[in-house]
């Protein structure tokens, strides 16, 4: 069986204290070039998985849904048993056809032209984030910028009170980021979760979303919207969505609209602060910042891996891949590969192409937001960039205890602006 080596022993890509201090690109590294495919063991209860590290063995394992299923499971580590799976399923947990039924309830809102008649106001928004926080001087980036903006427009597209953004934050971090105790009330690899077995994420956070889902469902009813929770609410109406679809929809929905743009921006901030010559760059010829926000999203690369499961025997650079197996594909992973990426740890806001895998490399399970994702990070960096004459950390950078979302949960940075 393919294996990491003896050699390397301190390799534990399951362990979310791994991921406190830095992404441990070197580990990553040694298993492309020595072990792309290896099974990588884990502690009982889980049983182990095979780490796919390569950018096309990870675009060939999502393309091939049939083989690579998301039906066991996608997002975490965790293995469900059968109550688990039913109860948990949400779109990401599906294969077609049924995956593509579910996405078509939201697809049209999500689309280049759905988020494209929002642009002028997400960058009024912008420019009223910017216009409070820029003139602390010092401050806080995430909270200040990146955690704000998103969140905000989440709140405009689900048509819920703006004053509503600091609690479905909250609720995000804490199921999200459920292996970080500064932010989950539950945090799954240190405490008895048992009682939140079958919620999401393990976290106590989802009986309050789901309390939150129902009331605005509640509100479409009595008064239809033509928004997210409107679509959701029809399709509930209709028998698309039972109630724990709608609940489970609701909340990928609000994690994913909100988290993983987030952590793009406040990577990417922190790219341009510790590469200044890409900054000073995007300064003076702003008109690169489309092409640059793809080379943000492929050195944030906000999630660090999805997972799949085998639905049969199968073998993959020579790994005996058995029926039931959880393979993991290492997104981190594939898009510093130097394979598609020359001098992939160099961060250069001109790279072309940029065929990143952030958001999936196709297939069925291509992320949703993608578009609006790619809009709401260049229309933030279109807004900030030219108002700043200098901006620099001012303290240490603090990211998030996780093996699954590659987080920032504190960046301090101080700022002159023009």
Not at 32 to 37: A, D, I, L, T, Y
């Amino acid at each position: 069986m393919p294996a990491m080596g003896a050699e390397h022993p301190e390799i534990d890509l399951a362990n979310p204290d791994s991921y406190v201090g830095r992404v441990p690109y070197d580990w990553f590294d040694h298993l492309r070039h020595e072990h792309p495919v290896t099974w990588h063991p884990e502690l009982a209860p889980n049983q182990g998985f095979w780490a796919v590290t390569r950018y096309d063995d990870l675009t060939a394992i999502h393309m091939d849904w049939e083989t690579y299923s998301s039906e066991l499971g996608a997002v975490s580590l965790e293995e469900l048993d059968d109550e688990q799976l039913e109860i948990r399923k949400s779109m990401l947990e599906t294969d077609p056809p049924r995956h593509t039924e579910l996405r078509r309830i939201c697809s049209k809102r999500f689309s280049a032209r759905g988020v494209g008649r929002y642009e002028d106001w997400i960058r009024d928004v912008a420019r009223n984030v910017l216009d409070r926080a820029l003139p602390q001087g010092e401050f806080d980036f995430v909270p200040e910028i990146s955690r704000d903006l998103p969140i905000r427009f989440l709140c405009s597209i689900f048509t819920v009170p703006q004053e509503d953004a600091p609690q479905l934050i909250s609720w995000g971090d804490q199921m999200i980021a459920n292996q970080d105790p500064d932010l989950s009330r539950a945090v799954v690899d240190r405490e008895d979760t048992e009682a939140y077995r079958l919620l999401p994420f393990r976290s106590p956070a989802a009986y309050e979303v789901f309390e939150y889902a129902d009331r605005q469902r509640d509100q479409r009813l009595a008064e239809p919207e033509d928004d997210v929770i409107g679509a959701l609410t029809v399709a509930q109406s209709e028998g698309i969505l039972s109630e724990q679809d709608f609940h489970n929809y609701f909340g990928v929905l609000m994690i994913a609209g909100n988290e993983t743009t987030r952590h793009t921006i406040s990577h990417g901030m922190l790219a341009l602060i510790e590469h200044p010559e890409q900054l000073k760059l995007l300064q003076e010829e702003p008109e690169r910042i489309p092409r640059a926000t793809e080379e943000i999203l492929r050195w944030a690369t906000p999630v660090h891996h999805f997972r799949r499961t085998a639905s049969r025997d199968v073998e993959l650079r020579g790994a005996p891949i058995k029926r039931g197996d959880k393979v993991v594909t290492w997104y981190t992973s594939a898009n510093r590969d130097e394979e598609v990426f020359p001098e992939p740890y160099t961060f250069d806001v001109t790279r072309t192409p940029n065929d990143h895998v952030t958001f999936g490399p196709g297939g069925p399970h291509f992320c949703l937001g993608a578009h609006l994702a790619r809009l709401e990070t260049t229309i933030l960096f279109q807004e900030l960039l030219p108002r700043l004459t200098s901006i620099e950390l001012a303290g240490p950078v603090e990211r998030i205890r996780s093996n699954f979302v590659n987080g920032i949960k504190r960046m301090p940075v101080r700022v002159q602006a023009a």
